[in-house]
């Protein structure tokens, strides 16, 4: 018999893979080539589209034999203002919906520990789904069938208006809040810091950050969510699965199964694998970028939620000197011989843990803002708030792409 813990990861991960598959089928089940469909990540004007509307297809240069990265291909080429206005429509509906459900909930937890005892307050961490979790599911399974109606009907998502390289931003921008979250369990990178930090003004900026991620993870889950149109291609599928898990995540916040270690390190290296698998069909060596850059992650700070290394000083030092020989092997062999460039492999890295340094940061600006203005208080949290959620984003997007264009003229 299953576990009653795992039977949530279970229908978690049962129902985003279904979802994507549903999608992939409705989207390639009206074209003549859809193993071909499937592959296409360089499509021509005319393309997919589920047989019906004409997207724009890659934006090609030098005659053809150069392809502009950062110009979303999945876009039709003949918007209309319905086009625009459902796939925002849908979007707005979905964020504001979490948003309010989650000052709901805060409100309401605020509410009852300052009537009672924070043990009596209902609002801890329980094994059972609540109000706010059914609300949060219904909002996201309306949402989840809007979507793939709207595209079947209209076809574009956001990224008829917005940069590509914004909606990667934010997707690294979710990891960059999880690395956060465990610095306690992992530090900051291979281990570091041992002990616990005991600045202050740290502190209080990681119970912060604790409290009230929920706000800046579900702007990167539903923007990318509503992103794309319902494409039938294997990228678009890895894709889907993992925004799916992402709105379970949203969905089962103070549930037991919301904190599991294991499940959010599975969700941050989905990423790994849908990000390698999507560049690895673009052709090319950008998929060196992805799955060797998240990697890199995964050794410096993820490993130590796997067991395989410990961050005890009084840990052996044959188990990380076999781990950074094996990763450097798999550079060199991934590499080749005629391929130097292994500096590659540091783009994402960099940028993730400058981010979390740069989160850190404001929040302890904030932080010393209040104490030396108490009367600033809410004006502070909020201008910080906003404006590291926005330089993260901004940040990162001229990181990956160095421009915010959306390419409308091809």
């Known amino acids: 018999m299953i576990p009653r813990s795992w039977s949530y990861y279970i229908l978690y991960i049962a129902t985003s893979f279904s979802f994507a598959t549903l999608v992939l089928v409705l989207a390639v089940y009206p074209l003549t080539s859809w193993k071909q469909a499937m592959t296409t990540s360089r499509p021509w004007r005319g393309d997919m589209g589920f047989g019906r509307f004409v997207i724009r297809g890659s934006r090609r240069e030098d005659g053809g034999s150069t392809i502009t990265p950062f110009a979303y291909a999945w876009r039709r080429s003949d918007p209309t203002a319905w086009t625009h206005a459902s796939a925002w429509g849908g979007y707005i509906v979905h964020q504001l919906g979490q948003w309010y459900i989650i000052t709901r909930v805060f409100r309401q937890r605020a509410a009852e520990t300052g009537a009672a005892s924070s043990s009596s307050s209902p609002l801890q961490y329980a094994s059972t789904y609540r109000w706010w979790n059914w609300a949060m599911v219904y909002l996201n399974v309306s949402m989840a069938f809007y ?199 540091l783009f994402i890295p960099v940028a993730e843990f400058l981010a979390v340094l740069y989160c850190l940061g404001m929040g302890c600006v904030g932080y010393y803002w209040i104490q030396r203005y108490p009367s600033h208080r809410v004006f502070a949290v909020c201008l910080m708030y906003t404006l590291t959620g926005a330089g993260v984003i901004l940040s990162l997007a001229y990181i990956l792409a160095g421009h915010l264009r959306v390419f409308n003229d091809y």
């Not at 794309?228 to 890895?238: C, D, F, R, V």
């Not at 130590?304 to 550079?331: E, H, K, M, N």
Request: a positive charge.
């Open 147 to 345: 979507k793939l109606i709207q595209s079947h009907l209209f076809y574009d998502g956001l990224a008829i208006d917005v940069s590509e390289a914004i909606t990667q931003g934010s997707v690294i921008m979710i990891l960059v809040v999880a690395l956060i979250l465990a610095i306690p369990r992992r530090g900051i990178a291979f281990g570091y810091p041992q002990k616990p930090i005991t600045s202050l003004a740290y502190n209080i900026v990681w119970q912060f950050i604790k409290k009230y991620h929920a706000y800046m993870i579900s702007l990167g889950t539903v923007m990318n969510f509503h992103y794309h149109p319902a494409e039938g291609t294997l990228a678009h599928h890895g894709g889907f699965v993992y925004q799916c898990l992402l709105l379970w995540q949203s969905s089962n916040f103070l549930h037991t199964s919301h904190r599991n270690k294991y499940w959010v390190l599975f969700l941050e290296l989905w990423v790994l694998l849908h990000g390698s698998v999507t560049a690895y069909f673009q052709l090319g060596s950008g998929w060196q970028i992805f799955f060797y850059g998240f990697l890199v992650v995964f050794v410096a700070n993820q490993i130590y939620d796997t067991g395989i290394l410990s961050r005890r000083s009084s840990a052996g030092w044959w188990q990380p000197a076999v781990v950074y020989l094996l990763f450097i092997l798999l550079v060199v062999f991934g590499f080749g011989k005629d391929d130097h460039r292994y500096y590659r492999v």
